[in-house]
């Protein structure tokens, strides 16, 4: 192996790197997204048709389904292409864990207090989203966030059960649409 | 003046190892397999020799029922790789390239 043949390949295996960790970037968006915004369907009409506010617990169903779908897709991902982590990954990770536990307490609380719970929620999501794109520089995502952040008060001017229903939308549209994106990119880079 | 070559490093699968390997806080050996494109076997020859090197740490663990072996370079390692890297920019500079 000469010089120029020992660069090119410390530099193919670089880049190559940086590629396979952007491919999924978005799976984590999808997963979360679209296990609130499902749950907040299943909260909203359980209520709505039984009249029984105890179908709330199942907002706590949210962590057990998301773990297990993101428990999935990493197993799924790990098996064909390996695990590799690097300091945004592990960044990432750990804004989530806060968020999740922030969010887990709080939820907690609700149960004892009565509070906004669900504006909270969407101030804790949206700070989630918005530290991520700001981690992997991702515009859309950032915007996202801080429209998840300023749509806490949207609850405050909804009233009754409707405002789940409002939750799971805003869910929808600041988790999952940038998801998707951050998917489909990630595909087109690694065409 | 040209510097020495690491010759641990200057083998194509261990360069490519430690490129990979340099660029992520820690990737596993299927990751390195697939990156590679090199065998198993061959993968776990040169990985045990930057281990015994100290260039890399390899831990074993498992991951549902298989085993997984997690591979993460250290700072002696990194220290290698960036004084490779000076090695070779002399060459270049040498031949004008």
């Given at each position: 192996m000469n010089e120029e043949a020992s660069l090119e390949l410390i530099s193919q295996m670089i880049r190559n790197t940086r590629r396979k960790l952007e491919d999924g970037n978005g799976i984590s968006f999808l997963v979360w997204g679209y296990t609130t915004f499902v749950i907040s369907l299943a909260v909203y009409f359980s209520i709505?048709?039984?009249?029984?506010?105890?179908?709330?617990?199942?907002?706590?169903?949210?962590?057990?389904?998301?773990?297990?779908?993101?428990?999935?897709?990493?197993?799924?991902?790990?098996?064909?292409?390996?695990?590799?982590?690097?300091?945004?990954?592990?960044?990432?990770?750990?804004?989530?864990?806060?968020?999740?536990?922030?969010?887990?307490?709080?939820?907690?609380?609700?149960?004892?207090?009565?509070?906004?719970?669900?504006?909270?929620?969407?101030?804790?999501?949206?700070?989630?989203?918005?530290?991520?794109?700001?981690?992997?520089?991702?515009k859309l995502v950032v915007i996202s966030g801080f429209i998840g952040m300023l749509s806490c008060v949207v609850p405050f001017f909804i009233n009754g059960y409707e405002q789940i229903l409002v939750f799971g939308v805003i869910c929808l549209i600041m988790m999952v649409i940038p998801g998707h994106i951050l998917n489909y990119q990630g595909r087109r880079k690694n065409v | 003046m040209f510097k020495e070559l690491n010759p641990l490093l200057h083998s194509e699968l261990r360069l490519g190892i430690m490129s990979i390997l340099i660029s992520v806080e820690e990737a596993d050996f299927v990751y390195i397999r697939e990156k590679t494109g090199a065998t198993a076997g061959n993968i776990s020859v040169q990985i045990d020799k930057l281990s015994e090197a100290g260039y890399i740490e390899v831990s074993k663990g498992f991951l549902g029922k298989r085993t997984r072996t997690v591979c993460k370079i250290t700072e002696k390692g990194v220290n290698a790789f960036e004084e490779y890297v000076e090695a070779l920019k002399s060459y270049l500079d040498i031949k004008g390239l």
């Open positions: 709505k048709a039984t009249g029984d506010y105890h179908y709330n617990f199942l907002w706590f169903l949210t962590p057990v389904l998301g773990s297990i779908g993101m428990s999935i897709f990493k197993r799924n991902k790990t098996k064909h292409g390996g695990h590799a982590m690097n300091f945004i990954d592990r960044t990432i990770r750990n804004i989530w864990m806060v968020i999740g536990i922030a969010a887990f307490l709080t939820s907690v609380g609700a149960s004892f207090v009565r509070f906004p719970i669900l504006s909270v929620m969407l101030l804790l999501l949206g700070i989630g989203t918005a530290l991520t794109g700001l981690t992997i520089k991702f | -």
